[in-house]
């Protein structure tokens, strides 16, 4: 059985979705945009801000599952350019020092809210 996991230290979820669900083993992320847990959209910044600000999101619903960066073993980042590989890459790497997790990194057709990232991660809870 998989719990809901919460946090206001993110956004809340949009839509008919939870920010993640956790089993005994394992979270499964939403993915996690540059929106503040207030409410404000950061899609104008640049995208080592929007990365820094998902990841600041996807850290903060991870700690509520009672997991961290350091458990994450897998996450992939949608991108609305692929061009922006780079610099997101940079931006990334600041959370995932040492043993990053797997990852997928795409360019998907659009993001929601015009964002131009957006990242998913599974972590392990043992």
Known sequence: MADPVHTDDAPEAV???SQAKATADLVFTAGQIPLTP???LRADASIET???LALDNLVAVLEAAGAGPA???KTTVYLADIDDFDAMN?????YFETA???RSAVQAGALPKG???E???VASRE
């Open 71 to 73: 458990d994450v073993l």
């Open 50 to 52: 929007q990365t820094r």
């Open 100 to 102: 990053p997790p797997a």
């Open 115 to 117: 964002v131009g990232v």
């Open 38 to 40: 207030d409410g404000d």
């Open 119 to 121: 990242i998913e991660a």
């Open 15 to 17: 839509g008919a979705y």
């Open 90 to 94: 940079a931006a990334y790497a600041e």
